[in-house]
């Protein structure tokens, strides 16, 4: 596993954990998010709640076993947390945030949080016959990312928890030569 030291406490943590946090004025730093919280605490004078969210494992709709790890962050008037599962210590696969007033219960916000993940785990977008991946009905859901591996700047889907680049997504769609189609962004 990657492991990168927060220039604060000095422990070595996984680099999603860390946070590039600062400004031009002052410098940057990468904090771990203990660090990240503590300094928003301070700059803020407010006093925070630090819970460190241990990672569950979740059954997707195919019954493979997925494992999401947390990031609890501090942003003065308001709190995130986001679940995002691992690869090659790179946050790879589902990821699901819930942003909430700074005074939230954060054992509420959790719950909330996996409800939203169990129900989007339920669903399957994609049906893989071993030979080929098509989309499994009218709708398909999932997330924008960038293909970090193009020269062109151009998407690197995530439907299912599984990375689609953006010339498989276009031969999925050929299925459906001929026919509408209406996007329909959300946050
Ligand atoms: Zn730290």
């Known amino acids: 596993m990657t492991q990168v030291q927060c220039h604060a406490c000095h422990a ?12 031009m004025e002052t ?7 203990r660090c990240f919280n503590a300094e928003v605490a301070r700059t803020g004078q407010i006093e925070l709640e630090q819970v460190g969210f241990q990672p569950i494992d979740m059954s997707d709709a195919a ?7 947390f990031l609890l962050l501090h942003l003065g008037d308001r709190v995130t947390l986001e679940a995002f599962e691992v690869q090659d210590s790179e946050r790879r696969g589902y990821e699901f945030q819930i942003l909430d007033d700074a005074q939230a219960d954060l054992f509420e916000l959790m719950a ?17 016959d071993g030979q080929r991946c098509s989309i499994a009905d009218m709708t398909v859901r999932g997330r924008i990312g960038c293909d970090l591996e193009s020269d062109d ?9 599984r990375e689609v680049s953006w010339e498989q997504f276009g031969q999925m769609l050929m299925t459906f030569e001929g026919w509408q189609f209406k996007p329909c962004l959300s946050g």
């Open 12 to 23: 070595r943590v996984a680099s999603y954990d860390l946070i590039h946090f600062g400004s």
């Open 27 to 33: 410098g940057y730093r990468d904090l771990c998010s």
């Open 63 to 69: 019954g493979v076993k997925r494992r999401f790890h």
């Open 112 to 128: 909330r949080l996996v409800e939203r993940m169990r129900r989007a785990l339920s669903l399957r977008h994609l049906v893989d």
């Open 153 to 161: 700047r151009v998407p690197m889907l995530v439907i299912d928890g």
